[in-house]
């Protein structure tokens, strides 16, 4: 089942297509959500769902710009529009089939929810 969710803000809609894991589907569940986006560094921004995703059954997060993933120990989930270092507490939700390149000036508030 190909499950998508557009993440709109400031400048635009960015679609994500989700995997199919336990933390994808616990994201899923929550939406429509409208959060606060942090930056983080220099190649990610991170907002934080309203629950914990459970990531058992969760691959952990490979690729670069245009991943979706988790955090674990913090509890945000990652929009990357850089490369990163793999490690073992970031979990893979998805990527960016549209608008990747918007990720890096989300500002303020985004609303989140399951595209159509």
Do not use: C
Not at 24 to 37: E, F, G, I, R, T
Not at 84 to 103: E, K, M, Q, T
């Amino acid at each position: 089942m190909n499950r998508r969710i557009e993440v709109t803000g400031n400048n635009g809609t960015v679609v994500f297509e989700l995997n199919d894991s336990e933390a994808a589907d616990d994201l899923w569940a929550q939406l429509p959500l409208n959060v606060a986006v942090e930056n983080f560094s220099n190649n990610e921004k991170i907002f934080y769902p309203e629950n914990d995703l459970h990531t058992s059954n969760t691959p952990l997060a490979e690729g670069g710009a245009g991943t979706l993933a988790y955090y674990m120990p913090w509890g945000n989930v990652v929009m990357f529009y850089g490369t990163f270092n793999p490690n073992s507490s970031l979990y893979g939700l998805g990527r960016a089939v549209r608008g990747a390149d918007l990720i890096s000036s989300f500002s303020g508030t985004l609303r989140i929810e399951k595209a159509e």
